[in-house]
């Protein structure tokens, strides 16, 4: 029976899965063989992998053993990871998306805004101390936040940024972004999910994912910003032994949030900054 005061984290791990795999037909629908680009391809993307991720979780909670617990949330994202290298591959967009040789880079020292994401982390580690754990429980996080990282980042810094490519940057990034913090939805579903924690979460993931799409496309390459977010995500693990989200506290929030819409900020300024860049560019040619 479902926990009246967390809904969806009790529900039956048979409706999850049915909800999850519902979602993900639908996204199946929204994509066209012979439309690669566009709003439809970019919300197909974004709605197969939310579906699947529910899904996913359906089957994790299906299970009662420990290893089950440790190993099966691998699916979680190795699912949705190798879905999103394969539409990559038959597109051959894995350049187009970022994973370009370093003398393709451009403006390295983009490399000091992104670093500046991990200030609340950093702080928040140094606050709290490193948790104990296990080396194998350890290697299991790390290597789950490493396919995590992968497929979260190709899909929104990389397939649904360049299936968007029609649009404005700043109306890319940004829709990008929100499709990002939405992905986070499937935590709801997480069982001892707190609600206002995973809302928070949303919201703090759209709003750094702008600072991410602007580098991303200002530097010409996805690896800086895989490599920040990895970072990102086991300073997190270190201090609370997980990546979930977590009800904040009011004091929290608040300096979170000012710091977060700074880095969004920063982002819409690099933005704007290569639309500069691009009319100097037309009016030399």
Same mark, same amino acid.
């Given at each position: 029976?479902?926990?009246?005061?967390?809904?969806?984290?009790?529900?039956?791990?048979?409706?999850?899965?049915?909800?999850?795999?519902? *979602?993900?037909?639908?996204?199946?629908?929204?994509?066209?063989?012979?439309?690669?680009?566009?709003?439809?391809?970019?919300?197909?993307?974004?709605?197969?992998?939310?579906?699947?991720?529910?899904?996913?979780?359906?089957?994790?909670?299906?299970?009662?053993?420990?290893?089950?617990?440790?190993?099966?949330?691998?699916?979680? *994202?190795?699912?949705?990871?190798?879905? !999103?290298?394969?539409?990559?591959?038959?597109?051959?967009?894995?350049?187009?998306?970022?994973?370009?040789?370093?003398?393709?880079?451009?403006?390295?020292?983009?490399?000091?805004?992104?670093?500046?994401?991990?200030?609340?982390?950093?702080?928040?580690?140094?606050?709290? =101390?490193?948790?104990?754990?296990?080396?194998?429980?350890?290697?299991?996080?790390?290597?789950?936040?490493?396919?995590? !990282?992968?497929?979260?980042?190709?899909?929104?810094?990389?397939?649904?940024?360049?299936?968007?490519? =029609?649009?404005?940057? %700043?109306?890319?990034?940004?829709?990008?972004? !929100?499709?990002?913090?939405?992905?986070?939805?499937?935590?709801?579903?997480?069982?001892?999910?707190?609600?206002?924690?995973?809302?928070?979460?949303?919201?703090?993931?759209?709003?750094?994912?702008?600072?991410?799409?602007?580098?991303?496309?200002?530097?010409?390459?996805?690896?800086?910003?895989?490599?920040?977010?990895?970072?990102?995500?086991?300073?997190?693990?270190?201090?609370?032994?997980?990546?979930?989200?977590?009800?904040?506290?009011?004091?929290?929030?608040?300096?979170?949030? %000012?710091?977060?819409?700074?880095? &969004?900020?920063?982002?819409?300024?690099?933005?704007? &900054?290569?639309?500069?860049?691009?009319?100097?560019?037309?009016?030399?040619?």
């Amino acid at each position: 029976m479902a926990d009246s005061a967390h809904f969806l984290p009790g529900l039956d791990w048979l409706i999850k899965l049915g909800i999850g795999l519902i *979602v993900a037909a639908a996204g199946v629908l929204l994509i066209r063989p012979s439309r690669r680009e566009g709003w439809g391809f970019a919300v197909g993307i974004f709605t197969i992998e939310a579906g699947a991720l529910v899904a996913i979780r359906g089957i994790v909670a299906a299970g009662g053993s420990s290893w089950w617990q440790y190993l099966i949330p691998f699916a979680l *994202v190795l699912v949705p990871g190798i879905f !999103i290298a394969i539409v990559l591959t038959r597109l051959h967009w894995w350049r187009r998306v970022g994973f370009t040789s370093f003398p393709e880079w451009r403006a390295p020292h983009l490399v000091i805004p992104l670093l500046l994401i991990l200030v609340l982390p950093f702080v928040g580690l140094s606050a709290r =101390g490193t948790m104990a754990t296990t080396a194998l429980v350890l290697t299991l996080q790390v290597g789950f936040v490493l396919i995590d !990282i992968f497929m979260e980042e190709v899909t929104y810094r990389g397939v649904i940024l360049e299936a968007l490519a =029609g649009l404005s940057n %700043v109306a890319r990034v940004i829709i990008a972004a !929100i499709f990002f913090g939405l992905s986070h939805l499937d935590n709801f579903f997480l069982p001892g999910a707190d609600e206002v924690g995973v809302a928070y979460q949303i919201f703090e993931a759209s709003l750094v994912g702008i600072l991410f799409g602007a580098v991303r496309l200002r530097m010409n390459t996805i690896w800086p910003v895989m490599v920040v977010h990895a970072i990102y995500d086991l300073m997190l693990v270190l201090a609370f032994g997980h990546a979930f989200p977590v009800a904040p506290t009011m004091p929290g929030f608040l300096v979170a949030t %000012v710091v977060n819409l700074g880095l &969004a900020a920063v982002g819409l300024f690099l933005l704007r &900054a290569l639309h500069a860049a691009g009319k100097v560019r037309l009016e030399a040619a």
